[in-house]
Each structure stands twice: as C-alpha cells, then as structure tokens.
C-alpha cells in the first residue's frame, strides 16, 4: 500500500464517519451576520485555494486535512507519521431575535475546534484498523496551533501508523 493509499483511506474513514454527524459555520467573508452551517469537507494535502474546489464541495472550511508530517523505514517495519489539520470558522455568537440575528463577536471559536478534534479522535481510537489496511498506533497527539488567525481557528492530531516495508534487494538482505 502506497503512501498516498493510507492518506485516501484515511480521507474516506473521516468522510464516513466525522463529516456526516457535525454541521460547523460555513465563512462569509462578504457579510459576517450572514452565515450558514456545513459538514466539514475532508482534504488531503492542503486547503484548495479559492477557485479550486472539488465538483459538489460546498466550502474548503470547515475541514479536516490528511496529510504525512514523515516516515521511517528500519527494514523491519513502516512507520508513517501523520497529520489531521482542523480547520473551523467561527467569528462569534449569532443569537436569532425579532429582527433577524443579533451577531456578537467573541474569541470562542477554539470551542467548535477542540469538538471537531474530540470527535475525530473518538472514532479513530474506536477504529484503529481503517479499511483493513491502515493500523493506528499510539500514542494519538492533538492541540492547537499556537497562532490563530481570528475567525478561523487551526489545530492538529498526529499518531503513527504501520504498513508493509519496502522490499529490499536480495544483497541488501544479506548484509542486513
């Protein structure tokens, strides 16, 4: 199984389970009071820029992003260290009233991201075998980025997995 293979069965196991069961802020950068709640989309890699949106993809943000900090490869084992980005939108507190919506701003948007983050690390630890190919490994790592560009707000999961080594060359075996 190639790098790339864990990463897209990693992308269908969160498209399965993480995006269907959470509806976060879809961003409105023309009109702040306006906004409207969407399933996180799943990237892999990076964020698509603007423009550049996968066909029936509604918004790049909220999402999670699957990506592979690095890897290491002793001749016995694989091991491929990733990384699940989370990305959320989240300007402040939108309350309905007789007029429509009272918007007020606040810095609580780390409250959508760590209950991103929760969920996906719930289902990964109750499925740590993903499509039968991708084993997880402890320990599973999260947190948040240190800088957070207000509205939006990042963090991060990292655990390893395991997967088949490379083969070697017969005399590369008999020097090991």
Aim: charge should be negative; charged fraction near 20%; aromatic fraction near 10%.
């Amino acid at each position: 199984m190639s790098t790339v293979s864990v990463l897209e069965a990693l992308k269908s196991f969160l498209q399965e389970k993480i995006s269907p069961i959470i509806k976060l802020q879809k961003p409105s950068d023309n009109n702040i009071h306006d906004y409207k709640l969407v399933n996180p989309a799943i990237h892999i890699g990076w964020i698509p820029p603007k423009g550049y949106l996968p066909e029936g993809m509604e918004a790049a943000i909220p999402c999670l992003i699957v990506g592979l900090d690095d890897a290491t490869d002793d001749g016995q084992g694989l091991e491929l260290n990733i990384r699940i980005s989370a990305a959320v939108y989240s300007p402040g507190l939108h309350k309905p009233v007789a007029t429509g919506l009272d918007y007020t701003p606040d810095f609580k948007g780390y409250n959508d991201l760590l209950n991103l983050i929760d969920r996906t690390v719930a289902e990964l630890m109750k499925n740590q075998i993903i499509d039968g190919k991708v084993a997880i490994q402890m320990p599973v790592k999260w947190g948040m980025y240190q800088e957070q560009p207000y509205p939006y707000w990042y963090g991060w999961i990292t655990f390893p997995v395991k997967k088949q080594t490379y083969p070697t060359a017969e005399i590369a075996r008999q020097f090991l």
